[in-house]
């Protein structure tokens, strides 16, 4: 996570602005799936300055894997609030739970190399989704719907879409460890319930404000 490309580093949010203010990361959103965009990436030899991208970034305190984790997901927490909508970044909050249960089995070397594996990817998914925002736009306020995660819950069992019942589970997991992200968990499950629809092209309308009957 550490390495260094070209004797500099950059933090993970300086990663994420070089990327996004760099026109040659603009990538057209393929219709006929997530995959048909990634080969985008090959076709434009973008992986390979992504990768030197990934492995120039240092986070801070990088020696302690829990501390590394923390930040990728605050980093990810914090983009997924400013693009609700998006089907596919939603994965990426998802699998990050997946992440934290499997750290604890791995040895140290490898724990580092899930990590940076992991730090790579949303690198490119950044960039199939068309680079969106990277903070919440300040005039789109949070949806008042519920009181609390139980009604949050009770809601989400009424579903019929299996990846809003995951996504609010994962994310009421994840306010247990991260307490001070609470707000905005409850932020990004409140509004996601809110939806009519994803949006599968990199494209970000906020949700509706007026919840489904």
């Not at 434009?44 to 501390?67: E, G, V």
């Not at 724990?111 to 199939?128: D, T």
């Not at 609390?148 to 809003?164: F, G, M, P």
């Not at 996504?167 to 994840?174: A, N, T």
């Amino acid at each position: 996570i550490n390495a260094e490309y070209g004797g500099t580093t950059i933090t993970p949010l300086e990663a994420l602005c070089k990327i996004k203010c760099d026109p040659k990361y603009q990538v057209e959103y393929q219709t006929g799936g997530f995959e048909k965009t990634v080969a985008e990436l090959k076709k434009k030899n973008l992986l390979s300055s992504l990768n030197q991208i990934a492995l120039s970034t240092r986070f801070s305190n990088d020696h302690d894997i829990d501390s590394v984790y923390q930040q990728l997901h605050e980093l990810i927490i914090q983009i997924y609030s400013a693009n609700i909508p998006d089907f596919f970044m939603l994965h990426v909050i998802t699998s990050s739970y997946g992440v934290k249960f499997l750290l604890p089995y791995l040895e140290p070397p490898q724990q580092k190399y899930l990590l940076e594996m992991f730090w790579l990817a949303f690198l490119c998914i950044y960039v199939v989704l068309n680079r969106p925002p990277l903070e919440r736009d300040t005039s789109h306020k949070p949806i008042q719907r519920f009181k609390n995660w139980d009604e949050v819950k009770t809601e989400a069992l009424k579903s019929q879409d299996e990846h809003v019942v995951k996504l609010v589970f994962v994310c009421s997991q994840f306010t247990k460890w991260f307490p001070h992200l609470d707000k905005i968990y409850f932020t990004i499950v409140t509004e996601v319930l809110s939806l009519n629809t994803w949006s599968f092209s990199g494209t970000h309308p906020p949700p509706s404000t007026t919840p489904p009957k």
